[in-house]
């Protein structure tokens, strides 16, 4: 799993645990509670909320997925997926996938 190089982070999770929580995702640490914010390689979707026991699935069905967001529950992955929405629109006035992995500095593995 990538991890993008500008993860955003719901409000509610504070800036002391961001680091430790983007630590733990790396080690493939069990983390519940949490909403994971990613973009599957290939996918036509643009984002998809997912909790980390489903990012572990996607993982074992060989997909390749880049982590751009964390949130506590559901609420806060929403308003997160909103805001990254949001931000690519007021950039470029059109969001697609591509303009979404620039704008997140995703860099898949060739």
Same mark, same amino acid.
């Given at each position: 799993?990538?991890?993008?190089? /500008?993860?955003?982070?719901?409000? %509610? &999770? /504070?800036?002391?645990? =961001?680091?430790?929580?983007?630590? =733990?995702?790396? /080690?493939?640490? #069990?983390?519940? $509670?949490? %909403?994971? &914010?990613? =973009?599957?390689?290939?996918? +036509? #979707?643009?984002? %998809? @909320?997912? +909790? $980390?026991?489903?990012?572990k699935? !996607?993982?074992? =069905? ?7 967001g *964390? ?6 992955? %929403?308003?997160? *997926?909103?805001?990254?929405? !949001?931000?690519? &629109?007021?950039? $470029?006035?059109? @969001? #697609?996938?591509?303009?979404?992995? /620039?704008?997140?500095i995703?860099?898949?593995? +060739?």
């Open positions: 799993m990538l991890i993008s190089e /500008k993860p955003y982070f719901d409000e %509610q &999770i /504070k800036e002391k645990k =961001r680091k430790r929580l983007l630590k =733990r995702l790396a /080690k493939d640490k #069990n983390i519940r $509670h949490l %909403q994971l &914010i990613v =973009r599957v390689f290939e996918d +036509s #979707n643009l984002l %998809q @909320i997912i +909790s $980390h026991a489903e990012k699935r !996607m993982i074992k =069905r060989g997909k390749k997925i880049s982590l751009v *964390v949130a506590k529950g559901m609420d806060g992955a %929403q308003s997160v *997926v909103t805001k990254i929405v !949001m931000e690519v &629109i007021d950039k $470029h006035g059109i @969001i #697609n996938a591509e303009l979404v992995e /620039k704008e997140l995703i860099k898949w593995d +060739s």
